[in-house]
């Protein structure tokens, strides 16, 4: 049963304070995702104090990088349910778990966190993996 | 970190392998660690005897991306747990 709006409106602008896209529905995640070109960032938002508490700092640390997704979005597991749902099903061969990170380029899914993998860290450790990933994936190659 | 319940001990919450002495591994969500044995969440088994895959190989697949949740609830005996592990300090390549 998802939990009362009021306890997750602070997690959710967490996120949005950020400028980081809240899917709300399934038609947005279709949309969201229907621009392939680029790279693009997908939270799975939880309200678990254990891991959340976590990848929420990490993912604003992560963004203040240099090198960042060109789109980053979010769904809320638990709450927004039917766009949950729809997110998953673009990593669907992944073990569901919240919070996680995906991150896209163009289209086609690249790096993906699991909630395992954020468990217990501190967000500058996540952030850190993060930031390696953006590295990887979403630096621009230079032309020389 | 945890928010919830911190009354559980310091694995609640935390995704754990839990091994056996014998062809069992188990990974799933720790609820608690208490004197008859291990809750855990979200869980599943795999069982080396079957010959899949040995419990190693197993294990560094779950640590890459974690498990299906094949058991809502799960205790692993105290008697049979031989060692209990964060998912995510185990190693993936």
């Known amino acids: 049963m998802p939990y009362s709006p009021m306890l997750v409106k602070p997690m959710r602008e967490e996120l949005t304070s950020l400028g980081v896209e809240e899917l709300l529905t399934a038609a947005d995640v279709e949309r969201w995702m229907g621009q392939r070109e680029g790279t693009a960032m997908l939270i799975v938002n939880s309200v678990c104090g254990c891991a959340a508490g976590g990848a929420r700092p990490a993912v604003r640390l992560a963004l203040e990088g240099a090198v960042r997704p060109d789109r980053v979005a979010t769904v809320f597991a638990g709450q927004d349910l039917e766009a949950t749902a729809r997110a998953r099903g673009f990593f669907a061969d992944i073990p569901p778990s919240s919070p996680s990170i995906a991150l896209f380029k163009d289209g086609e899914l690249v790096y993906f966190v699991p909630r395992h993998r954020i468990e217990g860290k501190m967000p500058q450790e996540i952030a850190g993996d993060l930031g390696q990933a953006f590295e990887r994936w979403c630096a621009t190659a230079a032309i020389g | ?93």
């Open chain 2, 1 to 93: 970190m945890g928010t919830f319940h911190q009354d559980k001990g310091e694995l609640h919450g935390v995704t754990v392998v839990v091994d056996t002495d014998g062809p069992e591994v188990f990974v799933g969500r720790c609820h608690e660690v208490r004197p008859d044995g291990v809750l855990l969440l979200d869980a599943d088994v795999h069982n080396a005897a079957a010959g899949t895959a040995s419990k190693q190989e197993w294990v560094r697949r779950a640590a890459a991306y974690g498990v299906w949740a094949k058991h809502k609830s799960l205790l692993v005996p105290s008697e049979r747990v031989a060692s209990i592990q964060r998912l995510g300090d185990v190693a993936t390549e």
